[in-house]
Protein backbone atom coordinates (compact mmCIF):
# COMPACT_ATOMS: atom_id res chain seq x y z
CA UNK A 1 0.00 0.00 0.00
CA UNK A 2 0.82 3.60 -0.04
CA UNK A 3 3.42 4.94 2.47
CA UNK A 4 3.70 8.30 4.16
CA UNK A 5 4.01 10.84 1.36
CA UNK A 6 5.32 14.64 1.97
CA UNK A 7 4.50 17.72 0.03
CA UNK A 8 6.51 19.22 -1.42
CA UNK A 9 9.91 17.57 -1.71
CA UNK A 10 11.89 20.73 -1.77
CA UNK A 11 10.94 23.99 -0.51
CA UNK A 12 13.00 27.16 -1.32
CA UNK A 13 11.50 30.56 0.87
CA UNK A 14 13.14 34.21 1.95
CA UNK A 15 13.76 34.85 5.29
CA UNK A 16 10.07 35.98 7.02
CA UNK A 17 7.92 34.55 4.75
CA UNK A 18 5.04 31.60 6.31
CA UNK A 19 5.43 28.17 4.34
CA UNK A 20 3.63 25.21 4.99
CA UNK A 21 4.43 21.48 4.84
CA UNK A 22 1.58 18.85 3.96
CA UNK A 23 1.77 15.24 5.45
CA UNK A 24 -0.45 12.66 3.99
CA UNK A 25 0.18 9.40 6.54
CA UNK A 26 -0.18 5.51 5.85
CA UNK A 27 -4.27 5.19 5.84
CA UNK A 28 -5.35 3.94 9.19
CA UNK A 29 -2.20 5.22 11.27
CA UNK A 30 -3.84 7.25 14.17
CA UNK A 31 -1.03 8.62 15.47
CA UNK A 32 1.43 11.16 13.23
CA UNK A 33 4.76 12.68 13.81
CA UNK A 34 6.66 15.67 13.03
CA UNK A 35 11.04 15.46 13.31
CA UNK A 36 13.27 17.90 12.00
CA UNK A 37 16.75 17.09 10.81
CA UNK A 38 19.33 19.47 10.55
CA UNK A 39 22.33 18.45 8.59
CA UNK A 40 25.19 16.34 10.01
CA UNK A 41 22.51 15.51 13.15
CA UNK A 42 20.23 13.27 13.72
CA UNK A 43 16.05 14.08 13.81
CA UNK A 44 14.81 15.76 16.12
CA UNK A 45 10.97 15.15 17.84
CA UNK A 46 8.88 18.28 16.88
CA UNK A 47 5.10 17.25 17.43
CA UNK A 48 2.63 14.27 17.87
CA UNK A 49 -0.87 13.68 16.97
CA UNK A 50 -2.93 10.78 18.46
CA UNK A 51 -6.40 11.32 15.82
CA UNK A 52 -6.98 15.24 15.49
CA UNK A 53 -5.23 16.29 18.43
CA UNK A 54 -1.55 17.36 19.26
CA UNK A 55 -0.85 14.66 22.27
CA UNK A 56 2.79 16.43 23.08
CA UNK A 57 4.05 19.47 21.36
CA UNK A 58 6.87 19.53 23.71
CA UNK A 59 9.49 19.84 20.36
CA UNK A 60 8.39 22.87 18.88
CA UNK A 61 11.26 25.17 19.12
CA UNK A 62 9.13 28.88 19.19
CA UNK A 63 5.58 30.11 18.76
CA UNK A 64 6.60 30.54 15.04
CA UNK A 65 5.79 26.84 14.52
CA UNK A 66 2.44 25.25 14.59
CA UNK A 67 1.08 22.27 13.48
CA UNK A 68 -2.57 21.07 12.36
CA UNK A 69 -4.46 17.81 11.61
CA UNK A 70 -8.24 18.80 11.79
CA UNK A 71 -9.79 15.50 10.51
CA UNK A 72 -7.22 13.12 11.61
CA UNK A 73 -5.47 12.52 8.75
CA UNK A 74 -3.55 14.78 6.67
CA UNK A 75 -1.22 17.02 8.71
CA UNK A 76 0.35 20.67 7.77
CA UNK A 77 2.75 22.12 9.54
CA UNK A 78 3.75 25.78 9.65
CA UNK A 79 6.32 28.28 10.23
CA UNK A 80 5.98 31.60 10.44
CA UNK A 81 8.20 34.78 9.40
CA UNK A 82 10.87 32.08 8.78
CA UNK A 83 14.22 32.41 9.50
CA UNK A 84 17.47 30.94 8.40
CA UNK A 85 18.06 28.60 11.04
CA UNK A 86 14.81 26.96 10.22
CA UNK A 87 16.54 25.38 7.01
CA UNK A 88 16.62 21.53 7.85
CA UNK A 89 14.57 18.52 6.39
CA UNK A 90 11.60 18.06 7.66
CA UNK A 91 10.02 14.85 8.30
CA UNK A 92 7.22 12.91 9.12
CA UNK A 93 5.54 9.90 10.37
CA UNK A 94 2.69 7.82 10.88
CA UNK A 95 1.73 4.72 13.20
CA UNK A 96 -1.23 2.97 13.86
CA UNK A 97 -1.31 4.28 17.58
CA UNK A 98 1.10 5.92 20.29
CA UNK A 99 2.86 3.88 22.13
CA UNK A 100 2.96 0.20 22.53
CA UNK A 101 4.76 -1.74 19.87
CA UNK A 102 3.59 0.34 16.93
CA UNK A 103 6.24 1.59 14.90
CA UNK A 104 6.55 4.49 12.97
CA UNK A 105 7.00 4.81 9.21
CA UNK A 106 8.67 7.67 7.76
CA UNK A 107 8.02 9.81 5.04
CA UNK A 108 10.62 11.04 2.39
CA UNK A 109 10.95 14.29 3.56
CA UNK A 110 10.35 18.14 2.39
CA UNK A 111 13.95 19.71 2.63
CA UNK A 112 13.41 23.51 2.90
CA UNK A 113 15.87 26.47 2.47
CA UNK A 114 15.45 29.70 3.91
CA UNK A 115 17.70 32.35 1.76
CA UNK B 1 15.63 13.48 30.48
CA UNK B 2 16.34 10.38 27.51
CA UNK B 3 20.00 11.03 25.75
CA UNK B 4 21.35 8.23 22.88
CA UNK B 5 24.71 8.38 22.04
CA UNK B 6 26.35 6.38 19.23
CA UNK B 7 30.00 6.10 18.59
CA UNK B 8 31.63 6.35 16.12
CA UNK B 9 30.40 9.39 14.62
CA UNK B 10 32.41 8.18 11.58
CA UNK B 11 33.37 5.13 10.27
CA UNK B 12 35.65 4.41 7.22
CA UNK B 13 36.19 0.31 6.92
CA UNK B 14 37.43 -1.57 3.74
CA UNK B 15 35.34 -4.10 2.02
CA UNK B 16 35.08 -7.33 3.51
CA UNK B 17 36.23 -5.93 6.80
CA UNK B 18 33.96 -6.50 10.14
CA UNK B 19 32.83 -3.71 12.49
CA UNK B 20 30.65 -2.70 15.29
CA UNK B 21 28.60 0.82 16.28
CA UNK B 22 27.53 1.28 19.69
CA UNK B 23 24.44 3.13 20.73
CA UNK B 24 24.26 4.02 24.04
CA UNK B 25 21.36 5.40 26.26
CA UNK B 26 20.55 7.22 29.44
CA UNK B 27 17.50 5.26 30.56
CA UNK B 28 14.58 2.79 30.79
CA UNK B 29 13.92 1.66 27.12
CA UNK B 30 11.07 0.15 25.80
CA UNK B 31 12.05 0.40 21.96
CA UNK B 32 15.00 0.69 20.32
CA UNK B 33 15.16 0.90 17.14
CA UNK B 34 18.23 1.05 14.03
CA UNK B 35 17.68 3.02 10.96
CA UNK B 36 19.32 3.52 7.50
CA UNK B 37 19.66 6.77 5.93
CA UNK B 38 21.21 7.48 2.26
CA UNK B 39 22.30 10.81 1.47
CA UNK B 40 19.19 13.29 1.03
CA UNK B 41 16.78 10.41 1.59
CA UNK B 42 14.21 9.21 4.68
CA UNK B 43 14.74 6.76 6.91
CA UNK B 44 14.51 3.43 6.28
CA UNK B 45 13.63 0.99 9.09
CA UNK B 46 16.23 -1.77 9.85
CA UNK B 47 15.64 -3.24 12.78
CA UNK B 48 13.10 -3.27 16.11
CA UNK B 49 14.57 -4.66 19.25
CA UNK B 50 12.05 -4.85 22.37
CA UNK B 51 13.42 -7.34 24.98
CA UNK B 52 16.55 -7.46 26.97
CA UNK B 53 19.11 -10.13 24.99
CA UNK B 54 16.89 -9.30 21.51
CA UNK B 55 19.19 -10.32 18.61
CA UNK B 56 18.32 -9.49 14.91
CA UNK B 57 20.14 -10.15 11.55
CA UNK B 58 19.53 -9.17 8.19
CA UNK B 59 22.18 -9.94 5.43
CA UNK B 60 25.36 -8.45 6.86
CA UNK B 61 23.88 -6.25 9.68
CA UNK B 62 22.87 -7.82 13.30
CA UNK B 63 21.56 -5.97 15.89
CA UNK B 64 21.20 -6.70 19.59
CA UNK B 65 19.92 -5.06 22.76
CA UNK B 66 21.46 -5.15 26.33
CA UNK B 67 18.63 -3.51 28.74
CA UNK B 68 20.90 -3.48 31.33
CA UNK B 69 23.40 -2.32 30.04
CA UNK B 70 21.52 0.48 27.88
CA UNK B 71 23.46 -0.83 25.09
CA UNK B 72 22.99 -1.56 21.59
CA UNK B 73 25.00 -2.81 18.92
CA UNK B 74 24.96 -2.79 15.35
CA UNK B 75 27.24 -5.27 13.88
CA UNK B 76 28.64 -5.48 10.13
CA UNK B 77 30.11 -8.44 8.88
CA UNK B 78 32.06 -8.02 5.56
CA UNK B 79 31.08 -5.01 4.58
CA UNK B 80 29.68 -4.22 1.28
CA UNK B 81 30.41 -1.05 -0.48
CA UNK B 82 26.21 -0.79 -0.58
CA UNK B 83 25.99 -0.96 2.97
CA UNK B 84 27.65 2.88 2.95
CA UNK B 85 25.10 5.20 4.63
CA UNK B 86 24.09 6.92 7.79
CA UNK B 87 23.29 4.61 10.53
CA UNK B 88 20.88 6.22 13.23
CA UNK B 89 19.73 4.05 16.46
CA UNK B 90 16.35 5.62 18.20
CA UNK B 91 15.13 5.25 21.35
CA UNK B 92 11.55 5.00 22.89
CA UNK B 93 10.67 5.17 26.34
CA UNK B 94 7.29 5.29 27.94
CA UNK B 95 5.43 8.10 26.37
CA UNK B 96 8.32 9.95 25.59
CA UNK B 97 8.88 10.21 21.95
CA UNK B 98 11.29 9.00 19.76
CA UNK B 99 14.92 10.13 20.34
CA UNK B 100 17.70 9.64 17.92
CA UNK B 101 21.47 9.64 18.42
CA UNK B 102 23.49 11.70 16.33
CA UNK B 103 23.95 8.95 13.96
CA UNK B 104 27.21 7.13 12.32
CA UNK B 105 28.21 7.92 9.00
CA UNK B 106 29.87 4.69 7.20
CA UNK B 107 31.82 5.24 4.31
CA UNK B 108 33.01 1.29 2.80
CA UNK B 109 35.88 1.82 0.63
CA UNK B 110 37.58 -0.89 -1.84
Known amino acids: GAGVSQTPSNKVTEKGKYVELRCDPISGHTALYWYRQSLGQGPEFLIY????????DSGLPNDRFFAVRPEGSVSTLKIQRTERGDSAMYLC?????????????FGPGTRLTVT | ELKVEQNPLFLSMQEGKNYTIYCNYSTTSDRLYWYRQDPGKSLESLFVLLSNGAVKQEGRLMASLDTKARLSTLHITAAVHDLSATYFCAVESGNTPLVFGKGTRLSVIA
Open chain 1, 49 to 56: FQGTGAAD
Open chain 1, 93 to 105: ASSLGSGGPYEQY
